[in-house]
């Protein structure tokens, strides 16, 4: 399988819920990112991940907690969320962190109960 | 503050051409982006400017001028396809990727 894959397309959740995005890139990139879309609004970026090492976080509540535990796989664990967290969750790779032509998967449409 | 501006929505017709603005004032300037999202899918990478002037890539051009902060994206012949939302973004002085809201494009036939 190549590009980038996210798991699952859809999740519906309560806020005292815990749950866990899962993000896949085969194309051998250094770099991985979250981002947030919001409908009518920018993409929001959430998290940066350089070689499994974080090097940015967009002060982002704590009830988001990413972890990237080898280069190829990205995970967003969620809990205690609140309804305005509902949105699409898009993962992004890239070959280096300053790069801007990013592969992104087809997102998770979360949306919070 | 940082700021791309582009138009939430527009209408063109089958065959015809269109031409999306974006306008950006960003702290530096390091090439701008264009992206397609198709409803549901994943954003795509459609060009780069990193120069003033004109980029052809098939039916689709990248214009940029620095001085103006100003970019567009031009669609030729427009097909039912192209009916999708198209992000304009900035990397800044820092590298850091600053993005519009998006215009979403409906084709009609």
């Known amino acids: 399988e190549t590009g980038v894959t996210q798991t699952p397309r859809h999740l519906v959740m309560g806020m005292t819920n815990k749950k866990s995005l899962k993000c896949e890139q085969h194309?051998?990139?250094?770099?991985m990112y979250w981002y947030k879309q919001s409908a009518k609004k920018p993409l929001e970026l959430m998290f940066v991940?350089?070689?499994?090492?974080?090097?940015e976080n967009n002060s982002v509540p704590s009830r988001f907690s990413p972890e990237c535990p080898n280069s190829s796989h990205l995970f967003l664990h969620l809990h205690t969320l609140q309804p305005e967290d509902s949105a699409l969750y898009l993962c992004?790779?890239?070959?280096?962190?300053?790069?801007?032509?990013?592969?992104f998967g087809s997102g998770t449409r979360l949306t919070v109960v | 503050g940082q700021n791309i501006d582009q138009p939430t929505e527009m209408t063109a017709t089958e065959g015809a051409i269109v031409q999306i603005n974006c306008t950006y004032q960003t702290s530096g300037f390091n090439g701008l982006f264009w992206y397609q999202q198709h409803a549901g899918e994943a954003p795509t990478f459609l060009s780069y400017?990193?120069l003033d002037g004109l980029e052809e890539k098939g039916r689709f051009s990248s214009f940029l001028s620095r001085s103006k902060g100003y970019s567009y994206l031009l669609l030729k012949e427009l097909q039912m396809k192209d009916s999708a939302s198209y992000l304009c973004a900035v990397r800044d002085s820092n590298y850091q990727l600053i993005w519009g809201a998006g215009t979403k494009l409906i084709i009609k036939p």
């Open positions: 992004a790779s890239s070959q280096r962190p300053s790069e801007g032509g990013y592969t």
């Open positions: 194309l051998g990139h250094n770099a």
């Open positions: 400017n990193v």
């Open positions: 991940y350089s070689l499994e090492e974080r090097v």
